[in-house]
């Protein structure tokens, strides 16, 4: 008789330790720390948003300000800077600001942008403009590296169009004095120059 109570009770036993395997039992997923990860993910997309936002508005700012000191020509704002320097240091303090070199994209462009100059800096000078031809002599490129569309250089000398310079003038200027006109010139020679934004 005892023998067949262990056997019923181990038979018990079995039949529960088989339950089990069938149906293990199942933790509940912690939601109190998925709805943890869920928030911390939504405050830093959050603050990702404001830096985001708070960048773009010191952006318009300092836009805002160029265009207060310089000049707005259709969408972009220009600033004169009168301190003569090497064409590579210009660049680098128009990069610095958030600028490139100015380049003018039409003759009205061109035009308004000689006016400003003469304005601002003086009717006998010549400005760096961002336009160059140091990767590859004769192609003319902007800040960006790609092809310039509008030209504007003076080809009232037939027997030497500009640009004539070859190798030792490969840095685009546009001359006050010459109605706007473009000229190549040294790049270490040391002029003024205009800086260039674009508005966002």
């Known amino acids: 008789m005892e023998l067949r109570g262990v056997c019923v009770l181990l038979g018990v036993l079995l ?3 088989r339950s089990f395997q069938q149906n293990p039992v199942r933790r509940k997923p912690v939601k109190k720390e998925a709805a943890k990860d869920t928030a911390i993910e939504e405050l830093q997309k959050q603050v990702n948003d404001i830096v985001q936002e708070l960048n773009l508005l ?3 700012q300092a836009l805002q300000t160029v265009c207060l000191k310089g000049i707005k020509i259709h969408g972009k704002c220009f600033l004169a800077e009168p301190l003569k320097k090497r064409y590579h240091t210009a660049s680098e303090d128009c990069n610095s600001l958030g600028g490139v070199l100015g380049t003018p994209a039409s003759s009205d ?6 006016d ?4 601002s800096i ?4 010549q400005v760096w403009l961002g336009t160059n031809d140091l990767m590859t002599e004769g192609t003319w490129v902007d800040q960006t590296g790609s092809s310039i569309t509008y030209k504007n250089w003076d080809t009232s000398n037939y027997r ?4 004539d310079g070859g190798m030792s003038q490969n840095c685009g200027v546009l001359s006050v004095a010459s109605k706007g006109k473009w000229f190549d010139e040294n790049c270490r020679d040391e002029k003024p120059s205009v800086c260039q934004f674009n508005i966002v």
Request: avoid cysteine; charged fraction near 40%.
């Open 58 to 60: 010191k952006e318009q």
């Open 160 to 163: 030497s169009p500009e640009p």
């Open 15 to 17: 039949l529960i330790n």
């Open 116 to 119: 400003y100059i003469r304005q």
């Open 109 to 114: 462009e061109n035009d308004q942008l000689r």
């Open 122 to 125: 003086g009717p006998d000078e």
